[in-house]
């Protein structure tokens, strides 16, 4: 069966003025779009078909790998955004933010500087790992799947994310995504997910 472009979780519109319903045109139904046509044509009568996405990425290399991980990446980054986004989270999140990082603050001041950092085409995540919340960055399709660790959020900084918006400036689209679009309901869900998991 194959695999199909998911619907955005809100109105192309619906992150103005921080995400332009211009860019989420390119960048959800031109780059994502892409890749899941490539990805389809790459399994076809392959034994990846019918498999998960998930079990393609980690099964796979070079060119099926980077197809497959940039639907998934995609996917996640778009849930990791909504409208009136931005804000703090609470509950255990706020929790473990606060004693992995400091402060949210702080946790935003590291997150910003990993995905300026991030060289070329990227994403900047916030994961678990090991029971631990870090900040990490992945290339290009690369992502935090193959290392085990259980990513929580994501912010693209391929230049297509936000070209179109802030041109060069990287630095200012990743500030406006942590206080204006950062779906924190998304991340904790993941979180609460991952401790439900481990409590069991």
Same mark, same amino acid.
């Given at each position: 069966? /194959?695999?199909?472009?998911?619907? =955005?979780?809100?109105?192309?519109?619906? =992150?103005?003025?921080?995400?332009? @319903?211009?860019?989420?045109?390119?960048?959800?139904?031109?780059?994502?779009? /892409?890749?899941?046509?490539?990805?389809?044509?790459?399994? /076809? #009568?392959?034994?990846?078909? &019918?498999?998960?996405?998930?079990?393609?990425?980690?099964?796979?290399?070079?060119?099926?790998?980077?197809? @497959?991980?940039?639907?998934?990446?995609?996917?996640? *980054?778009?849930?990791?955004?909504?409208? &009136? #986004?931005?804000?703090?989270?609470?509950?255990?999140?706020?929790? @473990?933010?606060?004693?992995? *990082? &400091?402060?949210?603050?702080?946790?935003?001041?590291?997150?910003?500087?990993?995905?300026?950092?991030?060289? #070329?085409?990227?994403?900047?995540?916030?994961?678990?790992?090991?029971?631990?919340?870090?900040?990490?960055?992945?290339?290009?399709?690369?992502?935090?799947?193959?290392? &085990?660790?259980?990513?929580?959020?994501?912010?693209?900084?391929?230049?297509?994310?936000?070209?179109?918006?802030?041109?060069?400036?990287?630095?200012?689209?990743?500030?406006? *995504?942590?206080?204006?679009?950062?779906?924190?309901?998304? /991340?904790?869900?993941?979180?609460?997910?991952?401790?439900?998991?481990?409590?069991?």
């Amino acid at each position: 069966m /194959a695999f199909e472009l998911p619907s =955005l979780p809100y109105a192309q519109d619906a =992150l103005e003025p921080h995400y332009s @319903a211009n860019t989420l045109s390119f960048h959800h139904g031109k780059h994502h779009a /892409a890749y899941v046509t490539k990805l389809n044509e790459l399994i /076809a #009568g392959s034994d990846h078909e &019918g498999k998960s996405l998930e079990e393609i990425i980690a099964s796979s290399t070079g060119g099926l790998f980077n197809q @497959a991980a940039q639907v998934w990446n995609h996917s996640f *980054f778009w849930n990791s955004m909504k409208p &009136g #986004g931005g804000g703090s989270p609470d509950g255990a999140l706020a929790e @473990a933010i606060d004693a992995a *990082f &400091g402060s949210l603050e702080a946790f935003k001041q590291q997150f910003k500087s990993a995905g300026v950092g991030q060289f #070329g085409s990227g994403w900047v995540w916030l994961v678990k790992d090991d029971g631990a919340l870090k900040i990490v960055t992945t290339a290009n399709a690369e992502t935090p799947l193959t290392e &085990g660790q259980v990513p929580l959020l994501t912010c693209d900084v391929w230049e297509h994310a936000y070209y179109l918006d802030y041109q060069n400036r990287r630095p200012d689209f990743i500030q406006s *995504f942590l206080d204006n679009l950062v779906n924190w309901d998304f /991340a904790a869900a993941n979180y609460d997910e991952v401790a439900s998991v481990a409590a069991e």
